[in-house]
């Protein structure tokens, strides 16, 4: 079997702290299988490494999603308008998504009803598919690009707000639904229970589905978005297991594990450290072995962000005495 493992938050986000981060961390394995494997160096964000596996971008995923759903998917276009909470920070706004967020279908259903009460008159409508991701439909051509949440989480927004014709009036219909949000009741009452308050969505997934190649014949995975990918291009789909021994042997596989990536996502220095070592007994280490005993034909490790790479290797790579393990600090 060959597997390819898609890391994200693998390799710390800021690059010139990753080597401090990740200091004194202790993954033996993880360290044997980057100096043995074949190592190439890919700056990529996630967006830009699933069109590389797919063979085209990861575009009409909203449409997608609203044909599941049982919505008129072919009426209009479609977003996904998932819901977020924006924290100012000096003269950034960092956004955090509905990982850090408990959104009930109650509160969805009364918020998007808001909302589309609200822009009704502009032609468009929101529609909670479940509490944590909403479907936004417009009945005009968007005429704008949306950068998608995977590459937004934990970041500026004002660095990656709406481009193309109609990007600048997208841009403010945006505040104008924060402002809408900031006087709902639900958000007071959430904010009463220490909770933080659903003040804007994130706005992607536009355009037509692509044309796309399926990477593998299966996808472990519990990412909802990259399962619609994984669908649409004929993979067998199927929950990500908690560890390298829960894998059924079988067909070649794309195994997308983010358990590093809010901690990334969020600069949780700890978090992530503690995550990593949790990975290495639970995953590298069983790999290596597996490699060591010939019951994996090939593994690739996929890793994105300013750092990322991807590392290609086979049992006899692990016969190169010649090649010594890599420090993490080396891949920054």
């Known amino acids: ?102 959104v009930s279908q ?26 944590g991701r909403w479907l936004l439909r417009s009945d005009k051509p968007l005429r704008a690009r949306f950068t998608p949440l995977w590459d937004v989480v934990g970041e500026d927004i004002n660095r990656h707000l709406p481009q193309g014709d109609d990007g600048l009036a997208w841009s403010r219909m945006l505040n104008e639904l924060q402002m809408l949000l900031y006087t709902q009741p639900i958000n007071d009452e959430r904010e009463m229970r220490g909770e933080l308050a659903v003040n804007s969505v994130w706005l992607w997934g536009e355009g037509e589905p692509g044309t796309w190649r399926a990477p593998a014949a299966r996808l472990l995975a519990d990412d909802e978005a990259l399962r619609l990918l994984a669908e649409r291009s004929g993979m067998r789909v199927d929950a990500a297991p908690f560890a390298f021994e829960g894998l ?54 996929i890793a994105t962000g300013p750092a990322g790479f991807e590392l290609t290797l086979k049992p006899s790579d692990l016969w190169k005495f010649w090649k010594r393990a890599l420090p993490l600090a080396a891949l920054y």
């Not at 009364?110 to 409508?125: I, N, P, V, W, Y």
Request: aromatic letters at 6%.
């Open 106 to 131: 109650d509160e969805a259903v009364k918020l998007t009803d808001a909302l589309s009460r609200h822009f009704g008159e502009d032609g468009l409508s929101f529609h909670p598919a479940t509490p």
């Open 1 to 102: 079997m060959k597997l390819t493992l898609l890391l994200p938050g693998l390799c710390w986000l800021d690059a010139h702290d990753g080597a401090e981060v990740g200091k004194g961390l202790s993954v033996p394995a993880l360290q044997q299988l980057l100096g043995k494997g074949a190592l190439r160096r890919r700056e990529q964000s996630h967006a830009e490494c699933l069109g590389r596996l797919w063979g085209a971008a990861p575009a009409g995923l909203a449409r997608i999603a609203a044909a599941e759903t049982g919505l008129d998917a072919e009426s209009g276009d479609w977003l996904f308008a998932d819901p977020v909470h924006l924290r100012v920070d000096r003269d950034r706004a960092l956004l955090a998504d509905v990982g850090v967020m408990q």
């Open 248 to 301: 059924e042997p079988g067909d070649d596989c794309l195994l997308a594990l983010d358990a590093l990536q809010a901690a990334a996502q969020y600069r949780d220095a700890w978090g992530w450290r503690e995550t990593l070592e949790r990975m290495e007994r639970d995953w590298f280490a069983p790999m290596l072995s597996a490699l060591r005993r010939g019951q994996l034909e090939q593994l690739t490790l």
